[in-house]
């Protein structure tokens, strides 16, 4: 067992409202001068920087996590993480045909990079990837299970896209084991006021949009390393996390 400091909530330049310096490559570098060991991207609605990060990643020693920050039809952010890259690329082609199609415009959300494995430019998203989807939350747990991967409400202290500031608390339905908290010093606020979040495994994310978002290394899991892989890395925390939380 060793201690995996972890983030699993990034945004690469692919997000509309990321910096352009969010490239694969400067976010392992930046993480990994965090001293992070297990690294998430999760784009708007988009997982299809996750091959390029997942390249970058190897080179900086980091385990990295594909993923996506999916916006369900109420205008609530869900973190969605795969254990396998082919899964999260199978789940962005579904949600992509629940994407409700705006034309971006630059001006005013940022560009939509797709970059390889050297952070050059290989195209752009020409719709917008920040708005709701179709996706339902109810929807979300099901079409994620069906791609192998697992789900959870994002920052849940938020006022915008949180689950609770939308719903007006944290919902039974559906069973959500485990919650983002964005700031970690109002877990106690938050565990007291909603109930229902103490039967969750409560994680902290930065969200970051900019690479001085990326926070030094706090939150950690203690991980069975032997033998050592990150496939092996990958397969131990998803089984902590999809774990059911005494």
């Known amino acids: 067992m060793n201690r995996y400091y972890y983030d699993f909530h990034i945004h690469s330049c692919l997000s509309p409202c990321a910096d352009n310096d969010m490239t694969p490559n400067n976010i392992a570098g930046m993480a990994a001068l965090a001293g992070l060991n297990i690294v998430a991207l999760t784009d708007h609605n988009s997982c299809r920087n996750c091959p390029a990060f997942f390249a970058a990643a190897k080179k900086q020693g980091i385990v990295p996590v594909a993923g996506m920050e999916l916006t369900t039809a109420e205008d609530i952010h869900i973190v969605c993480l795969f254990e396998q890259l082919k899964d999260a690329l199978a789940f962005n082609d579904a949600v992509d045909a629940q994407r409700i199609r705006i034309p971006n415009r630059t001006d005013i959300f940022g560009d939509q990079l797709l970059v390889d494995e050297n952070d050059e430019v290989i195209g752009t998203e020409s719709d917008l990837l920040s708005n709701a989807t179709q996706l339902m939350i109810d929807d979300v747990p099901a079409l994620v299970q069906q791609h192998h991967g697992i789900c959870f409400p994002a920052h849940v202290d938020r006022e915008a896209n949180g689950i609770i500031a939308t719903l007006g608390t944290f919902p039974d339905e ?49 991980l069975e390393d032997e033998p050592y892989s990150s496939d092996y890395i990958r397969k131990q925390l998803f089984r902590k996390l999809g774990g059911i939380v005494n």
């Open 174 to 222: 559906p069973p959500f084991r485990v919650a983002e908290i964005h700031d970690a010093a109002k877990t106690e606020e938050y565990l007291e006021k909603y109930p229902r979040l103490r039967e969750t495994l409560m994680v902290v994310g930065s969200d970051a949009h900019y690479l001085w978002d990326i926070r030094d290394k706090e939150h950690y899991f203690e």
